[in-house]
């Protein structure tokens, strides 16, 4: 009896770790939604971050698309249902939202170090980490030149340098942002010192003065410029990258003071999947899927390490790295443009920005 008793006992000891193996396999995998951009960048993300990190961590990624409204997240936490749990946010969206209390605050210590083992603080460029984001894919407004122009412009200065350079220059004329800090630091102020000395009556004075003396013609946006470029009616733009990349003309760049923005990762305040989102994003900001992302789209990792992983666009073969802002090469005298001072200062300068466009 003793032996049955042992033997019955032992099988349902088997029996119980059965159950638990059979439940541990069959238990449905936690579901994360990320709510992202509709259209190439996207389906990069999607290709780069979340399909690999379901696979990883046995996760069920949800992808969900919007149009960047923030009036979406407000209502999110607000009534605290929650369409998505990481949201990729375009950087002066998230500083709004960020300082709104509308964003989970992010503890930098959870980002792993590089693929070169540097510390995540030193790897990510100036802006990446936020108080309640960390930065994905760098964009950038650069200058384009014709190539039927005589000669090769290479700097900020040479872009200003009508007598050099003659020929009309053509700016977008949608925000006083990008052509106030551009204006001066072609004036000589030291990128330390943009933001201060706009801040002073004399410093904006003196960066209207610097593109009332460029004489630019006022395009509605990147497309434009870039399109007045082509035909003729300029010799030289500002446009963002990815307009430039995605034009049927191959213009000349300069990438001489740069100044960029970038795409981030930001968590809706009281989100309950908060541990599984921090897990997500330092999973999806790591330098090889970064590298990913900028393999499809080339928008420059945020993260300096990443660079040296990028490959040629598996779709059309292209080279990718000569095109990525934050490739060492371009990013030389990259500028961060600074969209916590434009949310404090912006709606001053906007009304002297319009009547100076408009004349």
Not at 5 to 34: D, F, K, Q, S
Not at 224 to 239: E, F, P, S
Not at 240 to 254: C, M, R, S, Y
Request: hydrophobic letters at 45%; glycine letters at 8%.
């Amino acid at each position: 009896m003793k032996l049955l008793h042992r033997v019955l006992l032992a099988l349902a000891v088997l029996l119980i770790a059965l159950i638990g193996i059979v439940t541990l396999h069959t238990r449905p995998a936690p579901i994360l939604t990320v709510m992202t951009w509709p259209g190439a960048y996207g389906r990069a993300q999607a290709s780069a971050q979340m399909h690999p990190y379901a696979a990883d961590k046995n996760v069920d990624v949800r992808i969900a698309l919007w149009d960047g409204e923030l009036a979406e997240v407000r209502a999110m936490v607000k009534n605290r249902q929650f369409k998505a749990d990481v949201i990729d946010f375009e950087l002066p969206m998230a500083v709004r939202a960020c300082a709104q209390g509308l964003l989970e605050k992010i503890d930098p210590a959870i980002l792993p170090p590089g693929a070169d083992k540097s510390p995540a603080a030193r790897d990510f460029v100036a802006g990446a980490i936020g108080p309640c984001w960390v930065g994905s894919m760098v964009y950038s407004q650069l200058m384009v030149f014709s190539p039927s122009l005589k000669g090769t412009p290479k700097t900020l200065a040479d872009f200003f340098d009508l007598e050099k350079f003659p020929g009309r220059r053509t700016l977008s004329r949608a925000a006083p942002k990008f052509n106030l800090e551009m204006a001066l630091l072609a004036d000589g102020v030291a990128p330390a010192e943009i933001y201060k000395t706009l801040e002073t009556p004399e410093g904006l004075d003196r960066a209207f003065a610097k593109l009332a003396k460029l004489g630019p013609i006022w395009a509605h946006d990147s497309a434009d410029a870039l399109a007045w470029v082509k035909n003729g009616q300029a010799v030289m733009a500002t446009a963002l990258n990815g307009e430039v990349q995605a034009k049927d003309f191959t213009p000349g760049v300069i990438w001489d003071h740069q100044l960029y923005e970038m795409d981030v990762f930001g968590i809706p305040k009281g989100d309950p999947k908060k541990e599984q989102a921090l897990d997500f994003i330092a999973h999806a900001t790591g330098s090889a899927p970064l590298a990913g992302v900028a393999n499809w789209t080339g928008l420059g990792p945020a993260r300096r390490s990443s660079i040296t992983l990028v490959k040629d666009n598996p779709e059309t073969g292209l080279p990718m790295r000569a095109l990525l802002p934050t490739a060492p090469e371009n990013f030389r005298n990259g500028f961060a443009v600074d969209d916590g001072w434009w949310l404090s200062h912006g709606a001053q300068i906007a009304p002297r920005w319009r009547e100076f466009v408009s004349r």
